[in-house]
């Protein structure tokens, strides 16, 4: 149990494109998820936490223009990069908590690269 | 807020040796701290967790150590093989409504064989 999946694996897109990052909880019902995003040979940094049918709450730093994250059931959250650049090239991964606890549930990640 | 702090950033062991991975935290109220392993290009992965009320946890080769008034955790490895090379981080959870967690930078293990 416990299962949560991304789509897609990996993407390539040119700059000034958005790209859109689905992330899946399978077998649950996942009121809270999480964004990450990961740079080679670094942590993982949280970006904004996303909670079913409200607006996401956004780590300081992180653009929320730019990171659309949209939470709109129970089981799906997306991440829209919008207007990507080189910059933004990065691992990017998600991650569900089931009702009021504390494990999460990593998807298995999105490798952006943007050209 | 919460502030994670992870050492030694890398480490090296032979085959059948003992490897420790030391994390600090700054928020008292942090209550819950779990472990993950992440391979290359791949999900952090569970392997241990464990909880402000509890000293010690073990599971077979691997086993967390907490000290609430030093405000630190430990991550054991005993036995050390080859396929437990890659990267380890702690976390810890603040108990709050945000259920967020706070990793750790890394710990990048090589087991020699």
């Known amino acids: 149990g416990a299962v949560v999946s991304q789509h897609p694996s990996w993407v390539i897109c040119k700059s000034g494109t958005s790209v859109k990052i689905e992330c899946r909880s399978l077998?649950?019902?996942?009121?809270?998820m999480f964004w990450y995003r990961q740079f080679p040979k670094q942590s993982l940094m949280l970006m904004a936490t996303?909670?079913?049918?409200?607006?996401?709450?956004?780590e300081q730093g992180v653009e929320k223009d730019k990171f659309l994250i949209n939470h709109a059931s129970l089981t799906l959250s997306t991440l829209t990069v919008t207007s990507a650049h080189p910059e933004d090239s990065s691992f990017y991964i998600c991650?569900?908590?089931?009702?009021?606890?504390?494990?999460?549930?990593f998807g298995p990640g999105t490798r952006l690269t943007v050209l | 807020g919460e502030n994670v702090e992870q050492h030694p950033s890398t480490l090296s062991v032979q085959e059948g040796d003992s490897a420790v991975i030391k994390c600090t935290y700054s928020?008292?109220?942090?209550?819950?701290f779990p472990w993950y392993k992440q391979e290359l290009g791949k999900r952090p992965q569970l392997i241990i967790d464990?909880?402000?009320?509890?000293g010690e946890k073990k599971d077979q080769r691997i086993a967390v150590t907490l000290n609430k008034t030093a405000k630190h955790f430990s991550l054991h490895i005993t036995e050390t093989q080859p396929e437990d090379s890659a990267v380890y981080f702690c976390?810890?959870?603040?108990?709050?409504?945000?259920?967020?967690?706070?990793f750790g930078s890394g710990t990048r293990l090589l087991v020699r064989p």
């Open positions: 991650s569900a908590v089931a009702g009021a606890t504390d494990t999460q549930y």
């Open positions: 077998d649950f019902q996942a009121t809270t």
């Open positions: 996303s909670n079913e049918g409200s607006k996401a709450t956004y």
């Open positions: 928020d008292s109220a942090s209550n819950y």
């Open positions: 464990i909880r402000s009320n509890v």
């Open positions: 976390a810890a959870f603040t108990g709050d409504s945000s259920y967020k967690l706070i």
